[in-house]
């Protein structure tokens, strides 16, 4: 398989401080990969870096074969990866339908009968098909979710990337967006996924990625990870988490 | 008196109504130019380039602490003498109100756009939108709402604000009033009518700029 996106000693810096270091990553065709990592170890960066919303100080970043330097023609890019944020950042002033669309017909200048009729399918299999001429603030942060992601699906990119996408959503909402994600996943799609729901990283995940302080600590396939993490920090971070799920339940005074 | 009164003022109707016309005149244009300009300005400042901010901040200061018959003044009298071009009073007044105009509603524009999440931002440059599409179809459509009533406050003010154009002699509808005053001493009737004719014409706007500021609150 031929790699899609690849980063090689890729490095960003906040003013003096190292938030990559020494990324390097393949991630080819079809694969999805979920990157875990306790906060402000770089995932969301790492994310950012990969369509141009922020841009890395040294190393190479080539997508689709052609390497994209820092003054890259990114809007060019942007249309060919699609990404999905934790606060959905829906346009409030369009309906569900202009937001889906906007990318389509002015970024793209598609054929207006043929993007609304793919909007409308992708609508559809994201099971909003109905609230098309909603308006934002008239749908669930789910809802919202879903939209957004469709958003970006209606570009056709060539991959996703999902930063922490339920983590601002209710529990009950966590569910209906993670299964869009599953049935992308399983439609084949190029995916990037940073998450904090680890057993949806065991589901969806072809792989791995584990960062730590800017670093991948370690990447493995999942069965490996979370059976038997190589590293210690990786060690300690998935005990805080089966600590919460095994929570012993309180003695009755 | 009464009949008088309104006799004269009948009397003086064409004067009067050249005057008004070109204290509207000159507070449309400015309206007019203040908006372009401060939308332009609003967006520039919110680039967040240094090399833009640093001479638009210039700008800014130099229109907030220097009042504007100072300005009047400097443009009057001081563009022939240090620069040859000597502009009409009329259009001396729409320039110097149109700058302090545009900004007032530059800075209105500024903080209308900087209130609107980063993440719109960025939703609409992961799709791929330029800067252009991003303002024109994301951004400024989302700041309106909050930049119109203010805007429309910048206007009554620029509205009063042209009678200062009198001191550079143009014949607004103040310096009509006091040339029928001086004709006939009536100035109690004159400048009543003066305050109305401002109220008249200033009043619905900010009667307009509270009401949608309320209904835009609540929607």
């Known amino acids: 398989m031929s790699a899609l996106i690849e980063l090689a000693s890729f490095n960003k810096k906040f003013a003096d ?49 052609q390497l994209l330097p820092a003054n890259a023609d990114w809007r060019r890019v942007r249309q060919q990866i699609g990404m999905v944020f934790q606060s959905y950042h829906l346009f409030p002033h369009m309906t569900v339908l202009q937001n889906v669309l906007l990318g389509p017909l002015q970024v793209q200048k598609r054929d207006a009968r043929e993007a609304r009729q793919q909007a409308e399918a992708l609508l559809a299999r994201v099971g909003l098909a109905e609230r098309a001429n909603a308006y934002p603030r008239e749908l669930s942060g789910g809802q919202q979710q879903r939209i957004a992601i469709v958003r970006a699906l209606c570009m056709n990119p060539k991959v996703m990337l999902f930063d922490e996408v339920t983590a601002a959503l209710d529990p009950e909402m966590v569910k209906e967006v993670l299964e869009v994600i599953l049935d992308l996943a399983q439609g084949g799609m190029t995916m990037l996924i940073v998450t904090h729901e680890v057993a949806f990283a065991r589901a969806v995940a072809d792989r791995i990625l584990f960062m730590d302080r800017g670093r991948i600590a370690e990447q493995n396939d999942p069965e490996t990870f979370f059976s038997a993490p190589q590293t210690a920090r990786a060690q300690q971070f998935l005990e805080r988490f089966s600590y919460v799920e095994n929570m012993p339940k309180r003695k009755a005074s | 008196m009464a009949s008088s009164g309104l006799e004269l003022l009948w009397a003086s109707a064409p004067q009067l109504l050249t005057g008004a016309g070109r204290t509207l005149g000159i507070s449309a244009l400015a309206i007019l130019f203040s908006s372009i300009g401060g939308l332009l300005y609003g967006v520039l400042r919110s680039l967040g380039k240094r090399w833009l901010d640093v001479p638009l901040r210039i700008y800014l200061e130099l229109f907030r602490a220097i ?153």
Not at chain 2, 112 to 117: G, V
Not at chain 2, 181 to 189: D, G, H
């Open chain 1, 17 to 65: 401080t190292s938030v990559l270091t020494d990324i390097d990553l393949r991630v080819s065709e079809g694969e999805v990969v979920v990157i875990l990592g306790p906060s402000g170890c770089g995932k969301s960066t790492l994310l950012r870096c990969l369509n141009g919303l922020e841009l890395g100080h040294s190393g190479t970043f080539t997508f689709d074969g």
């Open chain 2, 67 to 219: 009042p504007v018959l100072v300005w009047l003044y400097l443009f009057f009298f001081g563009l022939p003498i240090f620069f040859g071009v000597s502009l009409p009073a009329f259009w001396c007044a729409v320039l110097v109100l149109s700058l302090w105009g545009a900004s007032e509603i530059g800075e209105v524009v500024r903080g209308a756009l900087r209130s609107i999440p980063r993440g719109q931002r960025e939703a609409g440059l992961a799709i791929g939108l330029g800067l252009g599409q991003l303002y024109g179809r994301v951004l400024l459509p989302q700041a309106l709402k909050r930049l119109t009533p203010p805007v429309i406050n910048v206007c009554t003010r620029l509205l009063k604000t042209s009678s200062l154009a009198v001191l550079i002699g143009v014949v607004d509808i103040t310096k009509v009033g006091q040339q029928i005053i001086e004709r006939t001493y009536e100035s109690v009737l004159i400048y009543g009518f003066l305050f109305v004719f401002f109220f008249i014409v200033c009043y619905p706007l900010s009667a307009a700029s509270r009401v949608l500021e309320r209904r835009w609150n609540h929607a």
